[in-house]
Nanobody
Framework: QLQLVESGGGLVQPGGSLRLSCAAS????????IGWFRQAPGKQREGISC???????YYKDSVKGRFAISRDNSKNTVYLQMNSLKSEDTAVYYC????????????????WGQGTQVTVSS
């Protein structure tokens, strides 16, 4: 059974850090373009970062310099390290196998995890 499971979300103060994990089962993450998305209350889901099969990396401007995506092939897991968190980073974060290419103007997810809540608040 193909599955993506996100974890690592939680409540953090502004300026804090979290590391999200996206663990895959039933398929090999390295063979796919993988994206991180987020959806804040009342807003559309947006793609914020992705990693390609050749380890190419993309970040949305709003997270560039603060977030870092990486992949551990031995654990079949993609990570999103989030630093200098702001209140506007509050959202449900999802990982997804991409239908679009990483680096495309708009990231389109094809197969999704269930999401993990990130709340940035003092």
């Amino acid at each position: 059974q193909l599955q993506l499971v996100e974890s690592g979300g939680g409540l953090v103060q502004p300026g804090g850090s979290l590391r999200l994990s996206c663990a895959a089962s039933g398929f090999t993450l390295q063979s796919y373009e993988i994206g991180w998305f987020r959806q804040a209350p009342g807003k559309q889901r947006e793609g914020i970062s992705c990693i390609s099969t050749s380890d190419g990396i993309y970040y949305k401007d709003s997270v560039k310099g603060r977030f870092a995506i990486s992949r551990d092939n031995s654990k079949n897991t993609v990570y999103l390290q989030m630093n200098s968190l702001k209140s506007e980073d509050t959202a449900v974060y999802y990982c997804a196998v991409l239908k679009s290419m990483c680096g495309s103007p708009i990231l389109i997810g094809d197969y999704w995890g269930q999401g993990t809540q990130v709340t940035v608040s003092s």
